[in-house]
């Protein structure tokens, strides 16, 4: 690397960071305590330090452009040992931050979703809509009778449309944000082989990265380095637990998306997708298997992040709101099962429509929040495979 | 001198190597008739060891006492007994039987703790009780230059109860802290930088009614000896004055030095000195600030030299004629990288400089060593903290005029292995400081070797005699450094500097009213002592005193000046004539006490005897740390202590030969560049003396090589062993002394 670069210190950009999470990175005094004790960063231009300092000279493109960042798991290890208290690990999380905020337009969401001062404006946003319904079905009133949430929110005509548009406005915004995030990685150049090398199929790395990283957490466990302390476990078990309560309810919604709708044609399926569906349906009992390990997992992430030294690792922002937003998806969620069973008619319809506020939450505002490392990371690290960062396992 | 001797032998100190009971026997029979009391007892070095001693003396029946126990680094609060009642110890415990080689026959122990009662007891008698010399003193204290150190210094003296002279150079006083905007910080929580409060110091010292300022004059001379100098200044006054503080701080290093880093020839590159001058007064307008801290680049040649020396013009003559010039400027490249921990603070303040003035500046640091000492630690992490102010490792290699009048450094070696280049509207090197007495002779002393400190060459002109033991001190007895001019500092440490140096000088006109030394044998009541009538006025003691004590008249007759000296016996040392001598220390008493070593007449059966004369602040310490911890040594080896090695005889050597004493050993400090002598120059001075030695013993027949200096540091203990049995290997080889049984 004879060339030498042109940097120019942004101070701006250095307020940037430290605003969306990355506080401390000015304490750094370059020792690379961080790169040594990273159990996952490669010997080759190892991460975190590399970012610290490229942080401090403004290489702000490099930064933007940076695949490690999505290498990193935030296990805090570096942050832990860093014997200035600069906390790496927070620079590379406030980072991804940045990513999610600035990666796909409108970018006016990333900048609401940047900070708490603009909450109010994204709650209102589901809110006033499905207060709309709401006012549409039955002029805000709580319905009589038997409690069916189809009477104020039905599911053909709301519900469905609704969500089914959002969902493709999050994906679409996925496919945009995804297509630059392989361009920026691509114009960070480099590649990382030295000698021969057979470059893996696309293939073989989307397997290993499904089936290992994501199927099995396999590296976010090694995460947290050979002392496993008691909440890089807390952390694992509850980041798994939550994971894959989201898969089953997934396959349950498909499920009952695909009976309610293949029922009109295929009339055995019906009563898969009829709703409320009978506590002792497979597919129901499945949810509650999804919902308690959903919140058994919410309590462990939760737990570890208040219990965090503060002066070690700090969280976010983007942290909390996508805790927040996910407790209340499941909060609201079993309120409204509850109260429904109860036969509280009022709360159970409150609580329903809390629910589905969150969850438009979670959903329309993804690939901005934090929960979109669920796509970037895990196509980076198919990329990061790809041009072989890292190996194949 | 002592004639009525009681000698107290330890038990708990010897009984477990020797039997003292012989040893008193063996006293009471070669030396009964001195003696009147030969005593022993179960634990001496305590309150009934000290109470059975006193009451001797109080009768009467003693005048003297002969301590055999423990060495006498240890226990000495016993054994005290005032300036009237001489003490010698001798060291049974450590360095007889302590040291003494497993194995080795006991009756060598023996005959070795006998020769070391009889040297003690030689010793003793030989002792006088001295007489200090008293002199009238001045109880005034002058402070040279007005700055920062030397105001400080100058009510540090005030408030211990001296009066003060404080002599400043310019009109005004102040020096650089008047000329600066801020200072780091001096106060806690020592995170910003701050007013420096110079003009409240100055109204302080204004406001003093012990302190005289003399402003506009310089030192032109100082004659005389601590506690009755005569200063003159070259405003034509004359003061008389106790003790001197140096204190005139540094002037920038000629920015040649610079030069690689674009100084000079890049229009926005200037130095931290100016840098401070525009800020103060207000022309400080860059957005972008680079300060610069790598001093690599400015030292790869030594710009001061010239590359190859001159050719001598033709017909001019060579060598002889071309005379020493009366002082030579010691300022070299190096007092750039000198300054590199003043200077990297300094950087930090000034890049607080350009954030303070606009929020949205920004400060680059630029460092190979951010060199950044003690508490101002805080002060860098705050730096640090400001988003504005970049710090990172890296060499700059080129500094060159950018695009729009601004100036590209490009750093290479950086952590990254990635170069990089960067833009700055102005860029800040750092800068050297030169002592003043790199410079000038500054105090013109009016002592025989010469107006300047001596030897500052060894410390690129810094006035420090002995960097680690003794800050303060310079080569000149009653004039102490402190400041930038010792050392480069900043302000706090100038400051702390300033409390010292004026307790030394006060320390020192009160010893001199006592007639004691101050430093280093702090209390010391004896003085040399010279016999005119047998002074052949070689002028060796005048010229290798190491402190400048000792003056002379036209004749070359040595003038002493007993407040100027630090009792080391160098001049004894030199001295072919033996005319120069201590109360307590002389020619006559070692060499007598070299005589006392019983010789046996047969190397073969009785073995050699070898004589190892030992500095008394390092080697004779590391000795008994050896012994102490279990190291030991030949049998045959005698050990004296010597109080530098510089006071060294060479009759001493001649009188162990004539005596049959097969090899003289002389252990002293390490001398050279990283000299670590008490004296500064006695090691080095006795190795040059050796010479004369040789050849004294070639006169006598003897090989010179009979003789050797060995290096030891106080702490080389486990080496002291080792190097004893080399040279007893060596003497062995050689076989015994020709001189042995005449």
């Not at chain 1, 058994?296 to 992430?301: A, E, H, M, T």
């Not at chain 2, 009467?60 to 005290?80: A, E, K, N, Y």
């Not at chain 2, 401070?276 to 680079?290: C, N, P, T």
């Not at chain 2, 060894?458 to 800050?471: A, E, H, R, V």
Request: hydrophobic letters at 40%; glycine letters at 10%.
């Amino acid at each position: 690397m004879s060339k030498a670069v042109r940097i120019e210190p942004d101070l701006q950009f250095i307020k940037d960071l430290q605003a969306v999470g990355g506080d401390s990175l000015k304490k750094c005094y370059q020792c690379a305590t961080c790169s040594v004790a990273c159990p996952l960063s490669p010997a080759d231009a190892p991460y975190p330090r590399k970012e610290m300092v490229w942080a401090q000279w403004g290489l702000k493109d490099k930064l933007v452009n940076d695949i490690d960042i999505w290498l990193c798991h935030n296990c805090g290890t570096c942050s832990d040992l860093c014997p200035r208290g600069a906390k790496p690990g927070d620079l590379l999380a406030a980072l991804r931050n940045m990513a999610y905020r600035s990666l796909v337009s409108p970018t006016i969401l990333g900048t609401w979703m940047s900070s708490s001062k603009y909450l109010p404006i994204l709650v209102a946003i589901p809110a006033a809509l499905w207060l709309f319904v709401w006012y549409l079905t039955t002029g805000l009133t709580i319905p009589e009778g038997d409690i069916v949430f189809g009477k104020i929110f039905p599911g053909d005509y709301t519900i469905d449309p609704i969500m089914s548009l959002t969902f493709f406005f999050m994906v679409a915004s996925f496919v945009l944000g995804v297509s630059r995030l392989i361009k920026s990685f691509g114009a960070a150049g480099g590649t990382y082989y030295v000698g021969e090398h057979k470059k893996p199929s696309v293939l073989n790395c989307i397997k290993d990265v499904l089936f290992n990283e994501v199927g099995q957490h396999a590296n976010f466990k090694e995460c947290g380095g050979e002392v496993q302390k008691p909440e890089d476990e807390e952390r694992f078990k509850g980041h798994l637990a939550l994971f894959y309560s989201f898969v089953i309810l997934a396959v349950v919604t498909g499920l009952i998306a695909f009976g309610h709708w293949g029922g009109k044609v295929i009339h055995f399926l019906e009563p898969m997708g009829h709703t409320p569906l009978p506590l002792y349906a497979p597919h129901k009992f499945a949810a509650l298997v999804g919902m308690c390990l959903g919140i058994y997992g919410l309590v462990k992430l939760t737990s570890r992040r208040m219990n965090l030294d503060q002066s070690k690792t700090k969280s976010s922002y983007y942290d909390w709101y996508l805790l927040g937003v996910v407790w209340a998806v499941f909060a609201t969620g079993a309120g409204a099962l509850l109260f429904r069973l109860a036969g509280v008619a009022t709360l159970a319809y409150v609580t329903y429509y809390v629910h589905l506020v969150a969850v438009w939450m979670l959903f329309a505002y993804l690939p901005w929040s934090k929960l979109g490392h669920l796509v970037y990371r895990t196509v980076a690290l198919i990329y990061a495979r790809y041009i072989g960062r890292v190996p194949l396992s | 001198m002592a004639e009525k001797i009681g000698v107290y032998f330890d038990e708990s100190a010897i009984g477990p190597y020797l039997n003292v009971e012989d040893l008193a026997e063996n006293v009471r029979n070669r030396w009964g008739g001195n003696c009147p009391v030969i005593e022993t007892s179960p634990i001496l070095a305590g309150e009934e060891g000290r109470a059975m001693i006193e009451s001797a003396i109080e009768a009467g029946t003693i005048d003297g006492v002969l301590v055999c126990g423990s060495s006498p680094r240890v226990d000495w609060q016993f054994f005290d007994f005032g300036p009237a009642i001489p003490v010698e110890r001798v060291n049974l415990r450590e360095q007889c039987g302590m040291c003494f080689p497993e194995g080795e026959d006991e009756e060598l122990k023996t005959l070795m703790a006998i020769d070391y009662i009889n040297m003690g007891m030689i010793k003793l008698q030989k002792t006088l009780v001295p007489e200090p010399e008293q002199i009238e003193t001045v109880r005034t204290v002058l402070v040279v230059g007005g700055g920062w150190t030397g105001l400080h210094a100058a009510l540090h003296a005030a408030g211990g109860g001296a009066d003060v002279v404080l002599l400043e150079k310019s009109d005004q006083l102040g020096g650089k802290a008047r000329t600066m905007y801020k200072t780091v910080p001096l106060a806690p929580p020592y995170t910003q930088a701050h007013p420096t409060g110079i003009e409240d110091l100055i109204a302080r010292v204004q406001a003093e009614p012990r302190i005289e300022v003399v402003t506009g004059a310089e030192m032109q001379a100082l004659e005389g000896a601590p506690g009755a100098y005569t200063a003159k200044f070259t405003n034509g006054t004359e003061k008389a004055v106790g003790a001197v503080i140096l204190a005139t701080g540094w002037v920038p290093q000629d920015g040649k030095a610079l030069a690689p880093l674009g100084y000079g020839s890049v229009p926005g590159v200037v130095t931290t000195a100016e840098f401070e001058a525009m800020m103060k007064d207000g022309q400080l307008k860059a957005k972008r600030v680079a300060f610069v801290l790598n001093t690599a680049k400015a030292l790869p040649r030594d710009l001061y030299q010239p590359a190859c020396a001159p050719e001598p013009a033709e017909g001019e003559p060579a060598g002889e004629e071309a005379e020493e010039p009366a002082f030579k400027d010691m300022e070299s490249a190096r007092h750039l990288p000198y300054a590199s921990a003043v200077n990297s603070v300094v950087a930090l303040k000034q890049a607080g400089y350009v954030r303070e003035l606009d929020a949205n500046a920004q400060a680059y640091i630029i460092y190979e060593d951010m060199m950044v000492q003690g508490i101002h630690e805080r002060f860098y992490k705050a730096a640090q903290d400001d988003p504005g102010v970049m710090l990172t490792k890296g060499y700059v290699a080129r500094v060159e005029p950018g695009e729009g009048g601004s100036v590209l450094l490009t750093v290479k070696n950086t952590l990254l292995g990635q170069d990089f280049e960067l833009a700055a509207d102005l860029v800040v090197l750092p800068t050297g400081m030169v002592p003043t007495t790199a410079k000038d002779p500054v105090m013109n002393f009016v002592y025989r070797q010469g107006p300047a400190f001596p030897d500052l060459d060894l410390f690129d002109g810094f006035c420090d005699s002995n960097y680690i033991c003794f800050p303060y001190e310079t080569r000149r007895t009653g004039v102490y450094a402190a400041g930038a001019v010792r050392q480069p500092m900043l302000m706090d440490n100038a400051e702390e500097d300033a409390a010292g140096a004026a307790l030394k000088a006060i320390q020192c006109i009160e010893s001199a009213n006592r007639g004691v030394a101050v430093h280093p044998r702090s209390g010391d009541l004896t003085y040399p002592k010279f016999n005119f009538v047998r002074c052949t006025q070689c002028k060796r003691c005048t010229e290798e005193c190491p402190f400048g004590a000792l003056d002379d008249d036209e004749k070359g007759t040595p003038k002493p000046n007993p407040t100027r000296c630090r009792r080391c016996g160098t001049c004894m040392g030199a001295c072919p004539e033996r005319v120069i001598s201590f109360d307590n220390y002389s020619v006559d008493q070692i060499g007598s006490a070299i005589k006392a070593i019983k010789v046996p007449d047969n190397m073969e059966t009785d073995g050699p005897r070898i004589l190892i004369l030992a500095c008394e602040n390092d080697a004779y310490p590391a000795l008994d740390m050896a012994a102490m911890r279990g190291k030991s040594w030949s049998p045959y080896a005698r050990i004296l202590p010597v109080r530098c090695l510089g006071s060294v005889n060479a009759i001493w050597v001649a009188d162990a030969m004539s005596k049959g004493v097969d090899g003289v050993m002389m252990l002293g400090c390490k001398y050279g560049d990283d000299y670590q002598c008490h004296f500064v120059k006695g090691s080095e001075i006795c190795n040059r003396r050796k010479e004369n030695i040789a050849e004294t013993l070639n006169r006598l027949g003897v090989e010179p090589d009979r003789v050797e200096q060995y290096q030891v540091a106080i702490d080389e203990y486990d080496k002291v062993p080792g190097m004893i049995e080399e040279f007893m290997a060596m003497i062995l080889e050689k076989g015994p002394n020709p001189f042995k049984g005449y």
